[in-house]
T-cell receptor, first 114, second 109 residues
Framework: GAGVSQSPSNKVTEKGKDVELRCDPI?????LYWYRQSLGQGLEFLIY????????KSGLPSDRFSAERTGGSVSTLTIQRTQQEDSAVYLC????????????FGPGTRLTVL | QKEVEQNSGPLSVPEGAIASLNCTYS??????FFWYRQYSGKSPELIMF????GDKEDGRFTAQLNKASQYVSLLIRDSQPSDSATYLC?????????FGAGTTVTVRA
């Protein structure tokens, strides 16, 4: 079946602009995660959604970052007033449920802030 | 101390040899352990997961877990050029994955 999809695949923006990144998880997966991978660094957890529960936002680096998940499916990660240090690959993953279930990653969105 | 540490690379092995990758973690409450492979410019792809102490084999890959030593490893037997990639160790005690920085493996023909 279809895997995790993300859009856009690439986004170039100017410093100070807002951007929205979209993630469509695998059908039937109730858990959704956002990670960030900066050049030369490992994957960094950002936020986790599970069903209708309150999301775990503990990994968001600043209040410029927010995310929502509508209808328990599609998620949007929004970065306001982008900074150059926000340049990274933003990866979305989904899993069947929470806990130890395997997370499957989407292709990512490469964000470049000029 | 980082939560998850991997042996520094890059690791270069000849085709047909065994590649050995190591990972240690700091959280004793960790329950799930994963190895992901990431080709350059691509997203991570799951290779193996292991939950219990001991070995788990899948084709040419073997994952080994020792919770007492807080150590997990991945062996790649009969390495192929297509195995050339960065291998990420990931650890979780619930849902949040903590990743190591990765070990880059190059299999030379």
């Amino acid at each position: 079946g279809a895997g995790v999809s993300q859009s856009p695949s690439n986004k170039v923006t100017e410093k100070g602009k807002d951007v929205e990144l979209r993630c469509d998880p695998i059908s039937g997966h109730t858990a959704l995660y956002w990670y960030r991978q900066s050049l030369g660094q490992g994957l960094e957890f950002l936020i986790y959604f599970q069903g209708n529960s309150a999301p775990d936002k503990s990994g968001l680096p600043s209040d410029r970052f927010s995310a929502e998940r509508t209808g328990g499916s599609v998620s949007t990660l929004t970065i306001q007033r982008t900074q150059q240090e926000d340049s990274a690959v933003y990866l979305c993953a989904s899993s069947l449920s929470r806990g130890t279930d395997t997370q499957y990653f989407g292709p990512g969105t490469r964000l470049t802030v000029l | 101390q980082k939560e998850v540490e991997q042996n520094s690379g890059p690791l270069s092995v000849p085709e047909g040899a065994i590649a050995s990758l190591n990972c240690t973690y700091s959280d004793r409450g960790s329950q799930s352990f994963f190895w992901y492979r990431q080709y350059s410019g691509k997203s991570p792809e799951l290779i193996m997961f292991i939950y219990s102490n001991g070995d788990k084999e899948d084709g040419r890959f073997t994952a080994q877990l020792n919770k007492a030593s807080q150590y997990v490893s991945l062996l790649i037997r009969d390495s192929q050029p297509s195995d050339s990639a960065t291998y990420l160790c990931a650890v979780s005690n619930d849902y949040k994955l903590s990743f190591g920085a990765g070990t880059t493996v190059t299999v030379r023909a």
